[in-house]
């Protein structure tokens, strides 16, 4: 490597509490980023933080051509997709999932008394494409706190 090139980049640290918020979000799934466009030099990648609150889910959405991977850093989660979003799958703590681009789905925070935390990557962006709402009757399982 060059000096150059030494020079002209460097690490860039987001500090607790001062992550961006201006983020796209999905009703009960509230979105920071540590790191994006918006506020690092990143062009490529899209780090951040997902929180949901006991008993809280986001409205079903995609994540356009955004290729997702999520970590269940706190919490049990499930992702509901398919048709009528009959389908899905059951995460908790320190369990990865991929969601693939295009693919709507709905988050929930499957405890009524825990809070949900994910950490998020997405490329290339924070892409986030809200669809039309659904009743929490058809997600099976899921019940608000």
């Not at 509230?30 to 790191?35: C, D």
């Not at 006991?54 to 850093?73: D, K, Q």
Request: charge should be negative; charged fraction near 20%.
């Amino acid at each position: 490597m060059t000096s150059d090139a030494t020079t002209q980049v460097a690490p860039i640290v987001t500090r607790a509490g001062a992550e961006y918020t201006e983020t796209a979000q999905s009703g009960g799934a509230l979105r920071v980023s540590g790191v994006s466009p918006q506020h690092t030099p990143a062009t490529k990648i899209w780090y951040g933080k997902v929180t949901n609150e006991p008993g809280y889910r986001s409205l079903p959405h995609h994540h356009g051509e955004a290729e997702t991977g999520g970590y269940v850093l706190t919490g049990k989660a499930r992702i509901y997709y398919g048709e009528n979003y009959a389908e899905y799958v059951d995460m908790s703590e320190g369990d990865f999932v991929f969601v693939p681009p295009f693919m709507p789905h709905v988050e929930v925070n499957m405890s009524t008394t825990e809070k949900l935390v994910w950490l998020t990557c997405r490329t290339p962006d924070n892409i986030v494409v809200n669809l039309p709402d659904v009743d929490d009757s058809i997600l099976v399982g899921y019940r608000q706190a």
